[in-house]
């Protein structure tokens, strides 16, 4: 290996998209945050290209401040991936946007609210009827409420991150009733795992995610890389199908 190369230099052309990724200061994990420069040196160490990123202070302390701060740190290789709330303000701040993707964060220990129509029931029409790409965190949202969600906003696009090697007995089930349903690589790491969802499942429904700054993105390249799995459904898993979830979003609400 020359000095110039490392252990992923083969993914420089994979056209890598991280769907999971945060930037800014955090005050549970300020030893790990990364501001922008940091979170681009990390991600061309690793060759991933573009990232959707969503901001610390959103999620630890108030949406709005956290969008401000966002908007401010924002590299021409981020997508955001906005904060929302269930209330009307925050609904209306969102369509001013016109966001491509949000992170909603409705956990008891962030910002503590139902998905269920009842309670955030504009939101979520606004964010299917634009197809925005919605991330929403596995430890943020039980099964149950998942599966009610995605039977309310069929075609709401929900990419569920940090699932967890764990998790196929639940996303399975889910990802069979409903098309829009994806979920993201950063925690899909047990042996084989990702070769034998694609062949069973097919790769449309995977995105690649690094969990920066929390995790090396080493683990889930190394997966992808060494997975049984054709060039066409790497490449698929890589970017391909996290580009055309956001193109989607962009045609509808640009």
Not at 30 to 41: F, I, M, Q, R, V
Request: proline residues 6%; glycine residues 6%.
């Amino acid at each position: 290996m020359s000095g110039s190369e490392t252990p992923f230099s083969e993914v420089a052309a994979w056209n890598l998209f991280d769907v999971n990724a945060r930037v800014g200061p955090s005050g549970v994990h300020g030893e790990l945050a990364l501001d922008t420069a940091g979170l681009l040196e990390e991600m061309d160490r690793f060759h991933i290209r573009e990232a959707v990123v969503s901001h610390w202070t959103a999620e630890e302390y108030d949406a709005e401040t956290g969008n401000r701060a966002l908007a401010r740190d924002l590299d021409a290789r981020f997508t955001p991936a906005w904060a929302a709330l269930p209330d009307e303000a925050s609904v209306a701040s969102l369509a001013a946007i016109q966001p491509a993707a949000v992170r909603l964060t409705p956990g008891t220990a962030q910002h503590n609210f139902s998905t269920a129509p009842w309670c955030a029931g504009p939101l979520f029409e606004y964010l299917q009827e634009h197809a925005v790409v919605t991330l929403i965190a596995r430890p943020d949202i039980e099964w149950p409420a998942l599966a009610a969600l995605l039977e309310n906003f069929p075609r709401l696009p929900v990419v569920l991150l940090d699932i967890g090697y764990r998790a196929d007995r639940h996303l399975f089930p889910l990802l069979r009733r409903f098309p829009m349903l994806h979920f993201d690589s950063a925690t899909y790491l047990a042996h084989r795992q990702l070769e034998a969802f694609v062949e069973q499942h097919g790769a449309g429904r995977v995105l690649f995610g690094s969990r920066l700054p929390l995790f090396t993105p080493g683990s889930a390249l190394a997966v992808l890389a060494s997975a049984r799995i054709s060039d066409a459904d790497r490449l698929a898993i890589a970017g391909g199908n996290l580009h055309h979830l956001l193109a989607r979003a962009v045609g509808r609400t640009a």
